[in-house]
């Protein structure tokens, strides 16, 4: 089994992720956001790449979310704040999403086998679900406009150790890129000090600074849900 760590959506080749199981992350905050919409009984989301696209896609009974500079985008119902996304109003609505690097990292993962969504919010259980499907495993930073984000980093490496504690003490056929190893260490140094580490990186200061302290601080706890999100037919769903 090979294991890949891929820093920004910028350095996904399409043959990296052809037909392997693909973890895509964006701590701060798509994934985790959409993790959170989910867990709170959101039916189904659509992660497209463009406000054209989701306008598009729009119908009456279904729930616009996203933001554009990390603010909401105008006309959208909700913005990218997992506390947008907690109540009465998500639970068995269909929502179609659209964020400056989460959604455009799924859209890059469309020739995966599986695409499945990781957060530090359900980092152990999206390691489980992607061990069960024995294929390659890639996982695939967003990154921020094309550049490696220390938030995806860290969760990666999160991803990589839950892994490896996974694997059979007996397997010996399975390698870690450069990059993974390198992620794994720095979550194993990270992980005392994690909520500070995000709120000290470029994104999390961003957010800070808008006002979005308060989702840093969610989005920086591990292992919160032992959800684990999965595209079937275009669509982010939990399984079952
Ligand atoms: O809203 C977010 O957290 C970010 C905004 S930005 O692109 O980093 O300005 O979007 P995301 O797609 O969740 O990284
Ligand atoms: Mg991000």
């Known amino acids: 089994m090979e294991i890949m760590v891929i820093p920004s959506v910028n350095e996904a080749r399409a043959d990296d992720l052809t037909n392997k199981t693909v973890i895509v992350i964006d701590v701060l905050r798509a994934t985790s956001t959409m993790l959170t919409a989910l867990a709170h009984g959101c039916k189904e989301i659509f992660p497209v790449e463009t406000v054209l696209q989701a306008k598009q896609l729009q119908q009456s009974h279904y729930l616009m979310g996203g933001e554009r ?16 996304y907690m109540g009465d109003h998500i639970a068995g609505r269909s929502l179609i999403f659209t964020t400056t690097n989460g959604t455009r990292a799924i859209q890059k993962a469309h020739k995966a086998g599986t695409i499945l969504a990781g957060t530090l919010l359900n980092g152990k259980a999206c390691a489980t679900a992607a061990i069960a499907l024995r294929k390659d495993i890639v996982i695939l930073c967003s990154g921020t406009q094309d ?20 694997l059979p003490l007996s397997a010996t056929d399975f390698t ?4 993974g190893l390198s992620m794994r260490h720095a979550f194993c140094h990270i992980q005392p000090n994690i909520t500070q580490a995000l ?31 999965v595209i079937r037919d275009g669509k982010l769903v939990l399984p079952g």
């Open 69 to 84: 500079a990390c603010k909401k985008i105008p006309g959208f119902d909700l913005g990218n704040s997992p506390f947008e």
């Open 176 to 179: 870690i890129n450069d990059f």
């Open 199 to 229: 709120m000290q990186c470029s994104n999390g200061k961003r957010l800070c600074k808008l006002g979005f302290q308060d989702d840093v601080l969610y989005c920086s706890q591990l292992n919160l849900f032992s959800l684990v999100p």
């Open 147 to 166: 550049v490696y984000s220390l938030e995806d980093g860290v969760c990666a490496g999160q991803l990589v150790d839950e892994l490896v504690q996974l």
